[in-house]
């Protein structure tokens, strides 16, 4: 490494499980930058000295993973205008000795579902989970003008604050939490895995599987494993699927775009990702 090497990082705790410096650093690799993504520990103690050391030391872009996507935000110059939507960032953008946080989870996740050829405009959505990776989702399929969002989490409290804050910014489209109302059963429908489920073995469906039909189309966050019980019962069903993965990559790939302002190797990284995903099976 040079003193001309730019460096980049993603900022967790844990962190040693990122899939992030695999993704980077292969994209670094595959257009001959001269450039390093490393990961660094950050314990929930040390975030505004760590967001601090990106300009300090020089670091060229960050991202941000748990549990620093929200605590992060009062620590930057300014956030975008969907990052404030969702209330977190995940990546951090160095322009000028400013620090600007965004969020491409969400844009990533519509850019997997556009590569499996699914427009999400129309769509009623049944969203399962309530937390982080949940709001960016909705956050962006609702910009993307789905015909109703129903979310389903355990959690009554965290389910009714999420509902009321994107019933506030977008009071156009139907957002609602059970019970629902009279059900059509035919309508085109995108169901959403937006909880840990299926990450571990043993661990139940996040959804009935005699509640799936053959005309849903059903998305999975959770990425390794690639195939997770719940995609596989949906294949079962006659269901499309999109796996992860696809979010995992295309989230990436549009940091790595703040970042460089190049294009991002999409192959290369998606190549890195799949044989990281499966040394990690092995
Ligand atoms: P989070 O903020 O902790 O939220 C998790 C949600 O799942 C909460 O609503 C939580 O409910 C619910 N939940 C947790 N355990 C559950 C269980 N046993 N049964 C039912 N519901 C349960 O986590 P997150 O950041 O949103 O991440 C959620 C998942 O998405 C994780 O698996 C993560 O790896 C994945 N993810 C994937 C990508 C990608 O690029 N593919 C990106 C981000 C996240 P409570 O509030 O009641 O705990």
Redesign the pocket.
């Given at each position: 490494m040079t003193a001309q090497a730019k460096v980049f990082g993603v900022f967790g705790d844990p962190i040693a499980h990122s899939l992030s410096p695999v993704l980077h650093n292969a994209a670094f690799k595959a257009l001959n930058l001269p450039y390093h993504y490393v990961p660094f520990h950050v314990p929930q103690g040390g975030l505004k000295e760590a967001v601090a050391a990106i300009l300090a030391l020089g670091i060229q872009g960050a991202n941000v993973t748990?549990p620093h996507k929200e605590a992060i935000i009062p620590f930057l110059s300014t956030i975008s205008e969907e990052a404030k939507k969702i209330g977190a960032v995940n990546t951090v953008e160095v322009s000028d000795g400013q620090l600007i946080g965004r969020n491409t989870?969400g844009p990533?996740f519509l850019m997997s579902l556009s590569e499996a050829n699914i427009n999400p405009a129309g769509l009623r959505v049944i969203l399962l989970?309530?937390?982080?990776?949940?709001r960016g989702v909705a956050v962006s399929l609702l910009n993307a003008n789905i015909s109703e969002l129903r979310i389903v989490?355990?959690?009554a409290e965290?389910r009714r604050k999420l509902t009321d804050d994107l019933c506030a910014l977008f009071p156009h489209i139907r957002i609602s939490e059970p019970p629902f109302g009279k059900d059509s059963l035919d309508v085109p429908t995108l169901l959403i895995n937006?909880?840990?489920?299926g990450?571990h073995q043993g661990d139940p469906l996040?959804y009935p599987q005699s509640r799936i039909y053959p005309h849903f189309v059903v998305a999975d966050?959770?990425?390794n494993p690639l195939k997770t019980p719940f995609l596989l019962v949906a294949v079962t069903v006659g269901a499309r699927i999109v796996p992860?993965s696809g979010?995992?990559l295309h989230?990436a790939a549009l940091s790595f775009e703040i970042f460089t302002k190049q294009k991002a190797p999409l192959e290369a990284m998606r190549t890195a990702l799949l044989t990281a995903l499966e040394n990690k099976k092995g």
């Open positions: 748990i989870d990533g989970g309530a937390g982080g990776a949940a989490a355990r959690s965290r937006a909880t840990p489920l990450m996040p966050l959770v990425y992860g979010m995992l989230q």
